[in-house]
């Protein structure tokens, strides 16, 4: 593995999240300003979904697109240690987001 | 009890968050010790509640906070992905049995860690934690220049700051960041700048499981977000002319009356 390649995964994660904090802080910007949203507690997925109010939809895509980062980073990650041939941390890294996938399963239960 | 749509839907989860961001920058942690706290002493919500919107507002910062330090190669990738594989863990497994405790035991937990945070502030930073300031970073081709030690006892550790977190809506970062300074040989800005990457794959966690089972409102949770990303740009930027002495002082003061009042909460009937 060249220190090259080695440095460009933790440039690729930034960039990731930085792409993913902009996108994500201007919809809920979005959806903050527009009139017609809820206060209360919603689901995410139903919230950005089309039977909700455009405000709790953009309010709603934003937090998504927030929480899907450290995923996101996880995907990217994982994938560059595949390609290294670190098996081992590849590995662990897709039990995290088997572990996370599992989360969201027991909790939508 | 009000209803944050009463309160300024707009207004007060953007400044709580700002608050919660400024200072979490500046004193290196999520800043979810602060935003729950805020949240259901002054913006009235309950307990739960604010601990789902506090984890949106940990993951903020963590995003925003990360990526600057990713840049930089501050970043103990691989020894954040190894901790964290039992942090997420223990972060579900907290998100999950929330609804199982009782409130007031939920507020007499996070008083606690919250006093006791207040208090590790207040204490004079240690020797050896002043002089691994001094360290390396991580070299430029990711190879650590340290090698961290004790990984059980950081596994053991994160397991339970993901607990925490699951529980009480914090990053955990009050409780990585001594393990590492002080038992795994981490130096302090890369400590700093790993918990800062961690807290938000463990407060994601967490969040996960209060999004699917929708407990989190959300026009305050992007109040609070939005104001936890500004509050940390600035915190970043005003860093240099606060004294952190001062600032601890402070934010320690806060804390300790947040779980006065968080224990005043508890004893009351709900």
């Keep these: ?92 890294v897709f039990c995290e987001l088997l572990l996370l996938a599992l989360g969201a399963a027991l909790g939508s239960r | 009890m009000p209803h944050p749509s009463a309160l300024g839907p707009l207004l007060l989860p953007l400044l709580i968050g700002a608050a919660g961001g400024f200072i979490g920058s500046l004193i290196g942690l999520g800043g979810g010790i602060l935003i729950v706290p805020l949240l259901t002493l002054s913006a009235g919500l309950p307990l739960r509640t604010s601990v789902a919107i506090s984890l949106i507002g940990v993951v903020a910062t963590s995003m925003a906070g990360s990526s600057r330090y990713l840049r930089r190669g501050l970043v103990d990738v691989r020894l954040a992905l190894t901790l964290e594989s039992v942090s997420i863990a223990g972060a579900i497994a907290g998100s ?70 699951g529980l009480l809506g914090i990053g955990g970062g009050i409780v990585k960041i001594p393990a590492m300074i002080l038992r795994m040989g981490v130096p302090t800005r890369v400590a700093l700048a790993t918990s800062n ?36 740009t600035l915190g970043a930027r005003t860093s240099r002319h606060i004294t952190a002495a001062l600032l601890r002082r402070i934010v320690a003061l806060v804390l300790l009356w947040a779980a006065y009042q968080l224990v005043v909460k508890a004893g009351k009937p709900a």
């Design chain 2, 96 to 165: 999950l049995v929330i609804p199982f405790v009782p409130v007031h035991a939920l507020a007499l937990l996070f008083a606690a860690v919250v006093a006791i945070s207040a208090l590790h502030l207040l204490l004079p930073p240690r020797a050896d934690v002043v002089s691994a300031e001094d360290t390396l970073p991580p070299k430029i081709d990711g190879s650590p220049a340290y090698t961290a030690k004790s990984i059980p006892f950081g596994l053991t550790v994160s397991a339970g700051a993901g607990i925490l977190s």
């Design chain 1, 1 to 92: 593995m060249s220190p090259f390649r080695a440095a460009t995964l933790p440039k690729r994660m930034a960039r990731a999240s930085r792409t993913l904090v902009v996108t994500g802080a201007a919809f809920m910007a979005a959806g903050l300003v527009m009139p017609g949203g809820t206060t209360a507690p919603a689901r995410l997925i139903s919230a950005a979904g089309e039977a909700s109010p455009l405000a709790d939809r953009l309010a709603a895509t934003g937090i998504l697109l927030l929480l899907a980062g450290p995923a996101v980073g996880l995907i990217i990650a994982g994938g560059e240690f595949f390609r290294r041939g670190d098996r081992r941390m590849a590995l662990l």
């Design chain 2, 197 to 232: 990457y961690m807290i938000g794959l463990t407060a994601g966690a967490s969040a996960l499981v209060f999004a699917v089972r929708g407990e989190i409102p959300l026009r305050p949770a992007a109040g609070v977000a939005l104001g936890v990303l500004a509050g940390a």
